[in-house]
């Protein structure tokens, strides 16, 4: 009962798990990712047991050193479970060479359909566009097709620097949300994804088979080549990860589609943070790379190495990590 034990009888009865609770915290590091489950789960219990423990000092009107430290006790035992987790480097890094490949293999089966969904439409709209002008009418307005046509009819030649940055910026903007619009509208049980892979990879590829149709093959492909290995594999994993979205909340396994989704969670934020890294490198390239008059070879050169390192890097990052038990 509150107030019916003394400080000291207080103290002696509540100190081993206080010091258990210390011990803990100290314990490597102050670090949540650091603790193994069966160490966070007994943090958590002591830190309820402090809460009340601490609460009943207030209560009982202790003396201020005593509360101060079960305050300060307290406090760090909270950051530690709810606290955001510092930026650390060799995080990022793990990420890259282990994490977001790994999570995309593991999404292996939705990264297909996405595939099948963006570039078999493109096929259809570039042999559409190249058999039939009507073709290319129905899909875009001949406005767009006018401009994109208009656009690819010279050579390329380079932009000054100032141009070169602001277009970077907008392919930022522009790549990105053409992902986030696939991966985001998967929420609609993955009908959303479905629908904005098929439109982008038919608006892609009848664009194209429009400009090739007008002569100016050359200069698309060749400004295409060098960044379309690193955007377009970024819009095919963001679709994959809002399928595999959608699919969690169709396929939910007895749990609620919330506790479906949460599970889900981990391994599509990481195929998404994956793809917008994808997406900065492609804008870098789009902005600076392929519009400049570098020699067409050297920019297939380019983008044959690009693609061959995108294929290695998720076919084998992080596999030896996979195999190992964790």
Same mark, same amino acid.
């Given at each position: ?6 400080q #000291? ?20 590091g102050?670090?949540?990712a650091?603790? #193994?489950g069966?160490?966070?789960s007994?943090?958590?219990a ?10 009943r000092?207030?209560a ?5 050193d005593l &509360? ?6 307290a406090?760090?035992?909270?950051a530690?479970?709810?606290?955001a987790?510092p930026?650390r480097?060799?995080d ?11 999570a ?13 969904l963006?570039?078999?439409?493109s096929?259809?709209g570039?042999a ?8 290319a ?13 208009q656009?690819y009819s010279?050579?390329l030649s380079?932009?000054?620097?100032? &141009? #070169?940055?602001g ?5 930022v903007f522009?790549?990105?949300?053409i992902a986030?619009r ?8 993955g ?6 892979l098929i439109?982008?990879?038919l ?9 090739m149709?007008v002569?100016h093959?050359?200069?698309?492909w &060749?400004?295409m080549?060098s ?6 594999t970024?819009?095919v994993?963001a679709g ?8 969690a ?5 007895g749990? &609620? ?6 599970r889900?969670a981990p391994?599509?934020?990481r195929?998404v943070?994956g ?12 902005g600076?790379?392929s ?8 920019k ?7 693609s061959?390192l995108?294929?290695?890097y998720?076919?084998l ?10």
């Amino acid at each position: 009962m509150i107030g019916a034990r003394s400080q #000291d009888e207080f103290v002696a009865a509540r100190r081993q798990d206080w010091q258990e609770l210390d011990h803990i915290l100290l314990e490597g590091g102050e670090s949540l990712a650091k603790k #193994d489950g069966a160490a966070i789960s007994r943090l958590a219990a002591l830190y309820r047991s402090l809460c009340t423990d601490l609460m009943r000092a207030r209560a009982a009107r202790y003396t201020p050193d005593l &509360t101060a430290y079960l305050d300060a006790l307290a406090a760090r035992a909270h950051a530690t479970l709810y606290g955001a987790e510092p930026f650390r480097l060799p995080d990022v890094v793990s990420f890259f060479t282990r994490d977001f490949p790994r999570a995309l293999r593991q999404n292996a089966r939705f990264f297909a359909i996405a595939c099948a969904l963006f570039f078999l439409p493109s096929l259809v709209g570039i042999a559409g566009a190249l058999a039939s002008d009507e073709f290319a009418a129905h899909v875009l307005p001949s406005s767009v097709l006018q401009g994109m046509a208009q656009m690819y009819s010279e050579g390329l030649s380079g932009r000054d620097a100032g &141009t #070169d940055t602001g277009m970077a910026g907008f392919y930022v903007f522009n790549n990105v949300g053409i992902a986030f619009r696939c991966f985001a509208t998967g929420v609609l049980f993955g009908a959303g994804s479905i629908f904005f892979l098929i439109y982008n990879g038919l608006f892609t590829g009848t664009v194209v088979g429009h400009v090739m149709s007008v002569g100016h093959g050359g200069n698309i492909w &060749t400004f295409m080549c060098s960044h379309a290995p690193f955007e377009l594999t970024a819009i095919v994993i963001a679709g994959g990860a809002g399928l595999e979205m959608g699919y969690a909340l169709v396929e939910t396994r007895g749990r &609620t589609r919330i506790g479906s989704l949460r599970r889900a969670a981990p391994s599509i934020v990481r195929q998404v943070l994956g793809a917008a890294a994808m997406l900065l490198i492609a804008a870098g390239i789009e902005g600076f790379w392929s519009p400049s008059g570098l020699p067409p070879p050297v920019k297939w050169a380019a983008s044959g190495v690009f693609s061959l390192l995108i294929v290695l890097y998720l076919a084998l990052a992080g596999r030896s990590a996979e195999e190992a038990p964790r």
